[in-house]
């Protein structure tokens, strides 16, 4: 994938915990892959305590100074959209528009700042869905985040399918945040894999998390095995 084609614009550590209701003894003690991270600090974060986290996203071909130059670009493009849209965002934890820019910066910042280091042991890998480069049951638990169901009108159902085959296959549970649409609307993929993981034998549950900023995106997707 072209750089031009990517808009990196990485979420934070705290968001990351609240979305898939991720505990600090899970992130301490499960190895997580995080499918599509970006730009996140999530990674950068729970390295500082100990954690075992790899990242995948395309975005990760490119150099720090490359990643840099294109959050510059579209910050002001993303902020701007933001604005326009006010009313399809829930402004509490995140009281307005500036305080979102400045902890998504500072998101982004981390994110730069431990990019290199990250690269060089492995923890930021060039690889997206659905196809990933690990073993069977490489990973404890695989998270997917704003990608999965967000981009429905993108994405067909049976890529939803094979990538979530695909998590299932390197990890032993996976979960999805969140599962409306860009038009705030729930997926309309999401009722038939769940019928179709139960039906090959796996539990599949709709758990509502801490976190809502989309407006009424305030559940996942938890996947594991029975």
């Known amino acids: 994938m072209k750089l031009e084609n990517i808009v990196p614009w990485g979420r934070s550590y705290r968001e990351y915990t609240e979305m898939f209701s991720l505990s600090k003894e899970e992130i301490k003690s499960k190895k997580i892959l995080g499918c599509g991270d970006g730009p996140s600090s999530f990674n950068t974060e729970a390295e500082y305590e100990d954690a075992n986290v790899v990242s995948i996203d395309p975005l990760y071909a490119y150099s720090k100074k490359e990643i840099m130059q294109r959050i510059d670009e579209v910050a002001g493009e993303v902020m701007s959209q933001v604005r326009n849209n006010m009313d399809n965002f829930v402004w509490k934890n995140i009281p307005d528009v500036e305080s979102l820019e400045h902890m998504r910066i500072e998101a982004m910042m ?4 431990d990019y290199e ?18 073993n069977n049951k490489t990973f404890d638990l695989a998270l997917s985040s704003h990608f999965l ?7 067909d159902e049976a890529f939803h399918k094979t990538a979530i085959d695909e998590m299932l296959r390197v990890a032993n549970e996976v979960r999805i945040f969140p599962l409306l649409t860009l038009d705030n609307q729930r997926s309309p993929y999401v009722k038939n894999i769940i019928e179709s993981l139960e039906t090959e034998g796996y539990k599949a549950e709709i758990i509502q998390t801490a976190y809502e900023f989309q407006k009424g995106a305030n559940e996942m997707l938890k996947i594991t095995r029975v």
Do not use: T
């Not at 923890?123 to 869905?129: Q, T």
């Open 117 to 134: 280091d990250g690269k060089e042991e492995g923890r930021y890998i060039d690889a997206s869905l659905p196809k990933l480069p690990f």
């Open 149 to 155: 169901f967000l981009y429905s009108e993108h994405l």
């Open 110 to 113: 981390e994110f730069l700042a």
